[in-house]
């Protein structure tokens, strides 16, 4: 078992920045992909982000290539994604999720999210 907690939402203007953590626990946390996903209101949840158990791999979404970064601490169990150059079309709540593979379909252990609103 994994249990996800994200922080660090928020709101921000148009053009400005933030920075998502997501706090994994277990005992294998370091061994799983972990990802982001984002659900913005009366849209599908969609990937953002994923980056594989060791760190070496990451996949981003074409939407968010160039802007958002993310990363993770094994030895703290943390994964974070830095976001600028933010836009009203990112705001959403925002989803950590782990899964043994980076590209899988069907994520295994979410977060309860964490609100972004970007305001123009």
């Known amino acids: 078992q994994v249990q996800l907690v994200e922080s660090g939402g928020g709101l921000v203007q148009a053009g400005g920045s933030l920075r998502l953590s997501c706090a994994a626990s277990g005992r294998t946390a370091s061994s799983y992909a972990m990802g982001w996903f984002r659900q913005a209101p009366g849209k599908d949840r969609e990937f953002v982000t994923s980056?594989?158990?060791?760190?070496?791999?990451?996949v981003y979404a074409d939407s968010v290539k160039g802007r958002f970064t993310i990363s993770r601490d094994n030895a703290k169990n943390m994964v974070y994604m830095q976001m600028n150059s933010l836009n009203p079309e990112d705001t959403a709540i925002y989803y950590c999720?782990?899964?043994?593979?980076?590209?899988?379909?069907?994520?295994?252990?979410w977060g309860q999210g964490t609100q972004v609103t970007v305001s123009s």
């Open positions: 999720a782990a899964d043994l593979s980076i590209l899988s379909k069907s994520w295994d252990y």
């Open positions: 980056i594989s158990s060791s760190g070496r791999s990451t």
